[in-house]
């Protein structure tokens, strides 16, 4: 089982961006699924982003178009690019993993993974 350590959060003004970097502590090559979730305060966890171990990758509606979700295996790494960030995407963002299976349609479910990182706060101002 690997541990998930998330890093590049910080504070960013409206239409600005940033990248998230994951960092598993193991070997996360052809094996594992791997995801971003956020949470804002006082709403429930969401998925925004997942990429399969092969790069297959899907993404929340809210994200869709403007968050990017990489994987470099030989590092062990995974990244969340985010582009024209709004005030909305305020949250604190979770890296999660799971070496399990798991259908198409589960990938940005929270109960899909069973590995998280304890998060990296982005604040978006105006």
């Known amino acids: 089982q690997v541990q998930l350590m998330e890093s590049g959060g910080g504070s960013v003004q409206v239409g600005g961006s940033l990248t998230l970097s994951c960092a598993a502590s193991?070997?996360?090559?052809?094996?594992?699924?791997m995801a971003w979730f956020r949470q804002a305060a006082g709403k429930e966890r969401e998925g925004i982003a997942a990429?399969?171990?092969?790069?297959?990758?899907t993404y929340g509606d809210a994200v869709k178009g403007r968050f990017t979700i990489s994987r470099d295996d030989a590092n062990n790494s995974l990244y969340l690019q985010m582009n024209n960030l709004q005030p909305g995407d305020t949250a604190m963002y979770y890296c999660?993993?799971?070496?399990?299976?798991?259908?198409?349609?589960?990938?940005?479910?929270?109960?899909?993974?069973?590995?998280w990182g304890r998060g990296t706060r982005v604040t978006v101002s105006s």
């Open positions: 990429i399969t171990p092969v790069g297959d990758t």
């Open positions: 999660a993993a799971d070496r399990r299976p798991t259908y198409w349609s589960r990938l940005l479910q929270r109960r899909t993974y069973n590995t």
């Open positions: 193991g070997y996360i090559s052809g094996t594992y699924i």
